[in-house]
């Protein structure tokens, strides 16, 4: 699903959790200002809270048995002791529709969107040219416009317009306290907050009601000043009734003669409501709660999203990409479909293959809003490569990227003859360590060693590296991929060296494992720790002191 579109539900659901709550708790309440409150909250968290990030991750502390130079950590989500379920993507004929199709849809919600700005534009250009054909002037702050034969009086931000010779002395009179009122309390940037919100997000019912509701309760604040500083309120009620007769008024204003005159008159003559009941506005809170809960739950449920082809998966929101010698052109034109319809530029400059039909040069450019990349490959085959790209940044290179989905590795796997590095491919090898998962982490974190020669250069990074586990559950082919130093490196393939030998397989498969190993300094833990834009990537974090 689009991020707009998820978005767009994520809202939806925040206002019509609010929305409920106002109806059936404080809709017949006459804490007007209070409810005044929570509406224009409404509005604001609604659209806030699905932009509001999801914590991606937590650290445990293991305590090392013996003391050392460093501790370890492990990230909650290492060697995860169950399998991971394969996101199963397919290609269809229908894909390139698909993506066009998505994109016709922005266009016409934005098309909605921008008419139902140009209208309210229009309004607010023909409330300024009545204000230049009427009489003008002052009064406390508040301008009056009178204009001859004006259909109805209103008001819009300090200005009140109004044909005094349309009206008796006493229903003028309430006229003018009522729109005052509204001018005061500046119920103007209610309305257009309200206007400006039910642009953005038409298509959501629950924005119109709450905006219904919203003009409402403005009445009521008004109504409720003019009752308040009145002798005669049931005068101000009768003339309610004589001019509050259909019209078609101008949406952004607030207009006197409106039709929510039952129910003006019902909450004038309420009896108060007692003091001791705001404690319902507490309600709030575990609304805010739930709908915070929902929004994570509908962000996290987006790993499963299907992407066009096997080649292609979207996981949390991050798009990954994988490149075997064996990605037909049909494929490639598929990748191609899939990252356009998100805004991506993507040109394949050339593409060859050999007489295996494998791909031997490709050279791919891909390009979108923070920058771009470039992947040239004439290896005959290529090398098998990936890209991620997620919503800050764009990446490109031989190993698979942190999180990369299942089924991604297992193509990638299966397509590269053997040569693929970088993954880890059966997530449920740790529970084969003697002793299981916290056998294995106490393990590392008694013999891993922050090399000397790094923390007296205050030597800092990430150290990937990798090694098979045999049917009969030895420990072979350990190697480093990536490491900033040379020490740190041996230090960790000299830890792996020495992993006892795990459990034998039931299944006799040869596994594939990577870790990822952060070292960093002077920190008690990783998060006061410096340096630490490489932890995010780690499987294991080692703290170094000097």
Known sequence: MPTLFLYLLQASGAIALFYLLYISCFRRETFYRYNRILLLSTFVFSALLPLLPVPAMHWSKVVTPEPGNAQVYFADHLHNASAQTAIVT????????????????????????????????????????????GDVYYRNRIRYVHIEKLAAPFSFLNTIFIDHNAYEHTEFKHILQHEEAHVKQYHSVDMLLSAFYCCLFWINPF???????????????????????????????????????????????????????????????????????????????????????LLSATTLSSKNDVATNKYVAIKNGITYVVVTPLTSDDDLAGIKNTLEAKGMTVTLNKLKRNSDGKISVI????????????????????????????????????????????????????????????????????????????????????????????????????????????????????????????????????????????????????????????????????????????????????????
């Open 90 to 133: 397919v290609t269809h004929w229908w894909d390139p529709l698909l993506a066009h199709g998505t994109t016709m849809l922005l266009a016409i919600y934005a098309a909605v969107a921008l008419s139902l700005a140009i209208i309210h534009g229009l309004q607010l250009l023909k409330i300024n040219r009545l204000a230049k054909f």
């Open 207 to 293: 924005a119109w009601l709450c905006k219904k509701a919203l003009q409402l309760n403005l009445e009521f604040l008004a109504d409720d000043a003019v009752v308040t500083s009145s002798l005669a309120p049931v005068d101000y009620q009768y003339s309610l009734l004589r001019l509050g007769t259909p019209r078609t008024p101008v949406a952004i204003v607030s207009h006197f003669s409106k039709s929510f005159i039952k129910n003006r008159i019902l909450m004038m003559n309420k009896t108060q409501s007692p003091r001791l009941r705001t404690w319902r506005y507490l309600l709030l809170l575990p609304v805010l709660a739930l709908t915070a809960g």
């Open 363 to 546: 050279d791919i450019n891909v390009k979108d809003r923070f920058g771009s990349l470039s992947e040239r490959s004439d290896d005959n085959p290529i090398h098998t490569f990936f890209l991620c790209f997620n919503e800050k940044e764009i990446s490109v290179g031989p190993y698979p990227p942190k999180n990369c989905p299942q089924n991604l590795l297992e193509v990638a796997e299966k397509e590269s003859d053997g040569q693929l590095k970088g993954f880890t491919s059966d997530t449920t090898y740790v529970s084969r360590f003697p002793g299981g998962k916290d056998a294995y982490r106490k393990f590392l974190a008694k013999n891993i060693r922050y090399p000397k020669v790094c923390r007296d250069n205050n030597i800092v990074g990430l150290v990937t590296s990798q090694y098979k586990i045999q049917p009969d559950g030895k420990v072979t082919n350990v190697e480093v991929l990536m490491s900033p130093s040379p020490a740190m490196g041996e230090e960790i393939k000299r830890v792996l060296g020495t992993l006892p030998d795990f459990n034998p397989a039931k299944n006799k498969n040869v596994i594939t494992v990577t870790t990822s190993i952060a070292f960093n300094l002077q920190g008690d833990t990783p998060e006061k720790s410096k340096n630490v834009s490489h932890l995010e990537e780690a499987d294991i974090v080692v703290i170094g002191y000097k």
